[in-house]
């Protein structure tokens, strides 16, 4: 006879970038094994494929092509994961930042509890991805998926910036016509995005510079002092264990 199978609980999720819902299971001990190996990996690479093969995992009704979502939404499903499966309150340890009456600062640590079951995407919608160079020219903007986004927080801070905008190049476009970013090399637009005169660098760095993230809200009294913090969490890595 065929051993038992144990009903697992299921949840609806909504995926913050396109509002579809879709039906998710918790971890089980299969995905606590692949959180544990992407913990102790010291390459992005393997903790972002172990992340991407988690949510795959639990994913059991909804037509979701994880390799292709934005960023924003990996992590938002990680984290509500995370939530469902390990527990919503996640102690961390808090520093008192609060700079007292004689000029020192207050420095109590102490542990406090972060609720991520309350975890929001914040996007800026009047931020748009339609960036006008000037009467005839200009660039559509996209989000970089999770692996692009992992990637390029390996490379040197100062081509950061310019490698995350030509990631996030949709199309450019003129009077003449539509230039697909999947039709030239990166070396094309990475040449093209450093032509552009200061002005048209920063429209394209302003868009980048405001992607959407998700946020964990933190509010705490410090024991010592009484300074009430209001923290704001947005590295979903504090969460991994």
């Not at 299921?10 to 094994?33: C, N």
């Not at 903790?47 to 988690?54: A, D, F, H, L, S």
């Amino acid at each position: 006879m065929p051993l038992p199978k144990i009903d697992v609980p299921t949840y609806t999720l909504t995926v913050p970038s396109t509002g579809q819902e879709i039906k998710v299971r918790p971890f089980t001990v299969k995905e606590e094994k692949l959180l544990l190996m992407a913990t102790e990996s010291t390459k992005m690479e393997d903790v972002t494929n172990q992340v991407k093969q988690i949510i795959n995992n639990c994913i059991l009704e909804g037509d979701v092509n994880v390799d292709k979502l934005p960023f924003f939404d990996i992590d938002y499903m990680f984290i509500f994961l995370r939530a469902k499966s390990v527990g919503e309150n996640v102690e961390v340890r808090m520093t008192c930042n609060n700079v007292l009456d004689d000029g020192t600062t207050c420095g109590h640590q102490f542990p406090a509890k972060l609720d991520i079951a309350n975890v929001e995407v914040v996007k800026d919608e009047n931020i748009s991805n339609d960036i006008k160079l000037d009467k005839n020219n200009g660039v559509m903007m996209k989000y970089p998926n999770y692996s692009v986004i992992k990637r390029l927080e390996e490379a040197a801070e100062g081509d950061k910036k310019t490698a995350v905008i030509v990631a996030s190049i949709e199309h450019i476009y003129d009077k003449k016509g539509v230039y697909s970013s999947k039709d030239y090399s990166r070396e094309d637009l990475t040449k093209f995005v450093e032509d552009l005169t200061e002005e048209n660098y920063k429209k394209l760095e302003y868009f980048v510079d405001n992607f959407p993230v998700f946020m964990a809200k933190l509010d705490v009294t410090c024991p010592k002092c009484g300074y009430e913090h209001h923290v704001r969490y947005s590295d979903f890595y504090d969460f991994f264990t």
